[in-house]
T-cell receptor, first 114, second 115 residues
């Protein structure tokens, strides 16, 4: 069990550029979550998958954001035409299905838009 | 709608003293409650959870939390604080009855344990 892995750990990009982040969940976990965390705030829900199906998206996830989990394993989160307000820590988590199952979080990708 | 409130931005406590970090919640059904801790430049680490059963749950690193349904609270406690407990603590709730599986987090409480 290597835990939830996120890449890259840090990303600096110019405003208007596209960025893509990757999350590799714990291997047998079928639920995968994306959260965004800004300084001084708690993690805000963006979206989650069960296997390859994207079951819920937050209103925070504007049309510039898209997430995929094509084979029910790793996931990618893409932000198009980045804005300075997108600067944040993007957290990925995974869990097994079940009410009692806890989520395991990755270390996050810190995005800075300049 | 589900929500979590952590009323204290920061809690200061002397090493060796008991600590409490407060959390209240609002859900439509039965709550599933969690505490996570975040150290600098690290992801969130699970501490403990309440799903059902005994209202006092024990977790990692000597932490425990008490579920109080009438007060809709789930306060985190530790009998004797350590300097190494200094970190950012998040309470989270899931409301499976609402048909969603997402976790809703509070805004966090920074715990400072003073030597």
């Amino acid at each position: 069990d290597t835990g939830v892995s996120q890449n890259p750990r840090h990303k600096i990009t110019k405003r208007g550029q596209n960025v893509t982040f990757r999350c590799d969940p714990i291997s047998e976990h079928n639920r995968l979550y994306w959260y965004r965390q800004t300084l001084g705030q708690g993690p805000e829900f963006l979206t989650y998958f069960q296997n390859e199906a994207q079951l819920e998206k937050s209103r925070l996830l504007s049309d510039r954001f898209s997430a995929e989990r094509p084979k029910g394993s790793f996931s990618t989160l893409e932000i198009q035409r980045t804005e300075q307000g997108d600067s944040a820590m993007y957290l990925c988590a995974s869990s097994l299905v079940g009410a009692e199952k806890k989520a395991f979080f990755g270390q996050g990708t810190r995005l800075t838009v300049v | 709608a589900q929500s979590v409130a952590q009323p204290e931005d920061q809690v200061n406590v002397a090493e060796g003293n008991p600590l409490t970090v407060k959390c209240t919640y609002s859900v439509s059904g039965n709550p599933y409650l969690f505490w996570y801790v975040q150290y600098p430049n690290r992801g969130l680490q699970f501490l403990l959870k309440y799903i059902t059963g005994d209202n006092l749950v024990k977790g990692s690193y000597g932490f425990e939390a008490e579920f109080n349904k009438s007060q809709t609270s789930f306060h985190l406690k530790k009998p004797s604080a350590l300097v190494s407990d200094s970190a950012l603590y998040f309470c989270a709730v899931r409301d499976e009855a609402s048909g969603t599986y997402k976790y809703i987090f509070g805004t966090g409480t920074r715990l400072k344990v003073l030597a």
